[in-house]
DNA sequence: CATGGGATTGACT
DNA sequence: GTCAATCCCATGC
C-alpha cells in the first residue's frame, strides 16, 4: 500500500483561519518520523504579531512566497519552529504548528529529545521540530513536494474537535482568538485553553 | 555598524 | 514562580 498524497497546494491557497483549523488532525511527516497535527496558530500580515508584519524583507520572504511552502526561523537563538505558508502568493500568511501526536518513528523521536514520555515528544513547537529533525534549512521547502510532507487527516481517526483560544507566547494581537486546539490531545501545548479536558486532571 | 527583542524550553529557587 | 541560553535580523544611529 502506498503512502496518501500530500494535502496540495490549493488546500493553502485559503484564508489563513480556515487553513489552521483544518490543519489540525492532519499528519506532518519528515523522513522516518511523522504526527498527527494537535495544535496550530495563525498568522497574518494584517496583525502585529506575524513577522510578515514588517512588509518584505529577506526574513520575511518566505511568508510572501507561493502557499504550500515551509517557513522555519529560529526561536530564541534556540529552536526552529515550523509553519506551512498559507493564501495567496503576496500575502504573508502562515499557520504555526504549535504541537503534535506522535504517530511514526518514536525511536528517533525519543533519541532526539533524550526523552521517553510520548506525550512529551512533541508538545511543543520547538520540541516537534527537535523530534521530526527539522532544522533551518527546511525554510522554503515544499510541502506538496518535498521532504517536509503533510498529510491528509488519516480516514480511521475522527475529525477532532477543536477549542479556539489566544495565541502564546506573543505580546501584541494577543486578544485574537487564532491558536486551534484539538479536543481531548494529551499532545497539546502548555498553557491548557479551557475545555481542552486534561488527561487525568479531570476528576476531581 | 551596534543593539535589542523574540511565535521557547528546561533547569533551578 | 523565575531565569538564562543563544542566533537571526529589523531597526536606528
Same mark, same amino acid.
Given at each position: 500500500?502506498s503512502a496518501p498524497a500530500p494535502l496540495p497546494r490549493a488546500f493553502y491557497a485559503r484564508p489563513v483561519l480556515d487553513v ?89 523521536? &525519543?533519541?532526539? &529529545? ?91
Open positions: 500500500m489552521a483549523r483544518d490543519l489540525v488532525g492532519c499528519v506532518l511527516a519528515h523522513g522516518e518520523t511523522s504526527g498527527v497535527i494537535a495544535e496550530t496558530e495563525a498568522y497574518h500580515d494584517s496583525e502585529p504579531a506575524c513577522h510578515a508584519y514588517v512588509g518584505l524583507t529577506p526574513r520575511t520572504r518566505t511568508l510572501f512566497g507561493p502557499p504550500g511552502h515551509a517557513y522555519v526561523y529560529r526561536s530564541y537563538g534556540i529552536h526552529a519552529l515550523v509553519n506551512a505558508v498559507s493564501e495567496a502568493e503576496g500575502i504573508g500568511a502562515a499557520v504555526l504548528i504549535r504541537a503534535l501526536e506522535p504517530l511514526d518513528g518514536l525511536p528517533a523521536m &525519543r533519541a532526539r &529529545r533524550g526523552l521517553e514520555r510520548v506525550e512529551d515528544l512533541c508538545s511543543g513547537p520547538g520540541k516537534l521540530t527537535q523530534a521530526l529533525a527539522i532544522e533551518l534549512n527546511g525554510n522554503d521547502g515544499d510541502l506538496v513536494d518535498g521532504p517536509i510532507r503533510i498529510l491528509p487527516r488519516p480516514p480511521e481517526r475522527p475529525a477532532p474537535e477543536l477549542i479556539a483560544g489566544p495565541r502564546i507566547g506573543i505580546t501584541k494581537a494577543a486578544e485574537l482568538p487564532w491558536r486551534f486546539c484539538a479536543r481531548g490531545s494529551r499532545s497539546v501545548s502548555k498553557p491548557w485553553p479551557p475545555g481542552l479536558l486534561p488527561p487525568r486532571s479531570g476528576r476531581r
